[in-house]
């Protein structure tokens, strides 16, 4: 299918480590973005990367992308309990760059 | 900042009766879409409407679905005959940009629970 699977499903981590979460999916994609879900909220969006990028930073985050295994990671970086939420990745279809399908999650716990 | 609003956030009905979910897009964007979310569990497509009409929809949104905007600013998800397992929080979102990818603007969500 062409949405995403995130992997680990749930990740606990301590306050200033870095968590990495891991996205896979099936179909050829025209992009790829991450968002983030606090508990019972709306999603908000993080990050995009195109499917001719590898690697794209935005502040603590690090996204890669690596169209050949059909993969993506996020990398948070020194991270905050504040960072605790669900966090989705979605992959834009060749077809139509536009209609994006979520995977299942991960979900991220940071202790203080 | 510009935002997707929904009402009602919760809503109880009885199995069997109409829902209508509404959603205020942000006012420039071009596509539009309703996702559904059973609780914890992954984000589902329903459907994106485009210029005016159903672009594309998944396997869930049957007959007992369907989405309208009606007067250039509310877009509304109805459900005909609710079941137990249309339960869960749907979200709107939009996106303004054409021909590029952008990025999803979700509203908060309109929790429905089923009895």
């Known amino acids: 299918s062409q949405q995403g699977e995130e992997d680990p499903q749930a990740l606990s981590i301590q306050e200033g480590e870095n968590a990495t979460m891991n996205c896979s999916y099936k179909t050829s994609i025209n992009n790829l973005q991450w968002y983030r879900q606090n508990s019972g909220r709306g999603l908000v969006h993080l990050i995009l990367i195109r499917s001719n990028e590898r690697e794209k930073h935005s502040g603590r985050l690090r996204v890669t992308l690596d169209t050949s295994k059909k993969s993506s990671s996020l990398l948070i970086t020194a991270s905050r309990a504040a960072d605790t939420a669900s966090y989705f990745c979605a992959t834009g279809p060749m077809y139509n760059n536009n209609d994006m399908r979520f995977g299942a999650g991960t979900r991220l716990t940071v202790k203080p | 900042e510009p935002e997707v609003t929904q009402t009602p956030s919760h809503q109880v009905t009885q199995m069997g009766q109409e829902v209508i979910l509404r959603c205020v897009p942000i006012s420039n964007h071009l596509y539009f879409y309703w996702y559904r979310q059973i609780l914890g569990q992954k984000v589902e497509f329903l459907v994106s409407?485009?210029?005016?009409?159903?672009?594309?929809k998944s396997e869930i949104f049957d007959d007992q679905f369907s989405v309208e905007r009606p007067d250039g600013s509310n877009f509304t998800l109805k459900i005909r005959s609710t079941k137990l397992e249309d339960s869960a929080m749907y979200f709107c979102a939009s996106i303004g940009t054409s021909g590029s990818p952008g990025e999803l603007f979700f509203g908060e969500g309109s929790r429905l629970t089923v009895l």
């Open positions: 409407f485009y210029n005016n009409e159903i672009s594309e």
